[in-house]
């Protein structure tokens, strides 16, 4: 574990409100998808530390909010999901669409079609926008790229998002840093000094937007090095004394 200049465990379960990012931080980057090992304590382990930060815990991912609940099942947890384009204020609230905006159906044929040009991509279709896979072929990135630019090119409702290797169709006026922001504003968060820790580009803005609320933003690589760590430190946060009491 690398932990440079963080908080301990005790100051962020007394005060601290956790986002997690969700692929490459909470569990490793798999090569599909759908294929991406929730180790069987994960959920447990967030339940604990959900309970520890009195629910100030949320799951910030690109992922559809179904997927997300699924692989963490049988837990819930407030989260935003599709880059921001929608929020979940707490585990059982009914989620709500950021942006009221959806790609239309002709992009996504037209990203279905790039298959035949780049058999080994894959097309990840989501609520609000879609992902286009090339881990099987990076030498497909750069002209996936040009294609799907030249589609968000002709709506500014869109915008194209660099990802691990992926490109991401999604409407523009929503990304992690802004769900960060409106979950930040009401209980069970409010009040509380927020960490974000993410591992891609697309965690960025909300790295930034904790940071502006005087908490932390955090790169897994930097500070914890892999998944494994970071649920040893989310662990310590489930067990340690909230109110600075020495435990008997
Ligand atoms: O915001 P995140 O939770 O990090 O989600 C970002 C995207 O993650 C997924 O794709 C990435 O992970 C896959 C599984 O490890 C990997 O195969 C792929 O190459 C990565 O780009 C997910 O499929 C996307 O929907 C998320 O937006």
Do not use: Y
């Not at 669409?97 to 159906?105: L, S």
């Amino acid at each position: 574990m690398i932990l440079t200049d963080i908080p301990s465990p005790r100051e962020i379960a007394r005060n601290g409100a956790l986002f997690l990012d969700f692929d490459g931080t909470l569990v490793d980057i798999a090569p599909t998808p759908e294929s991406v090992h929730v180790p069987a304590s994960l959920p447990g382990l967030l339940i604990r530390v959900a309970a520890r930060l009195e629910g100030a815990l949320a799951i910030l991912t690109g992922r559809p909010l179904a997927v997300v609940d699924a692989f963490l099942a049988p837990a819930r947890f407030a989260a935003g999901t599709e880059h921001g384009s929608f929020l979940r204020h707490t585990p059982d609230a009914t989620p709500i669409a950021t942006t009221g905006t959806e790609v239309p159906q002709a992009w996504r044929d037209q990203a279905d079609r790039l298959r035949a040009r780049f058999p080994a991509a894959q097309v990840e279709h989501k609520q609000a926008g879609f992902a286009v896979h090339f881990r099987a072929n990076p030498e497909a990135g750069p002209p996936i790229e040009i294609a799907l630019a030249a589609l968000v090119e002709t709506d500014p409702r869109f915008a194209l998002l660099p990802a691990r290797m992926a490109w991401e169709v999604k409407p523009r006026g929503a990304d992690k840093g802004t769900a960060l922001e409106a979950l930040m504003r009401a209980a069970p968060f409010l009040g509380r000094r927020p960490m974000m820790i993410g591992d891609d580009v697309t965690d960025e803005d909300a790295m930034a937007a904790a940071r502006r609320a005087g908490g932390w933003g955090l790169r897994l690589q930097d500070t914890f090095g892999d998944p494994a760590a970071l649920h040893v430190w989310l662990a310590a946060i489930a067990e340690a004394c909230p109110n600075n009491a020495m435990p008997q």
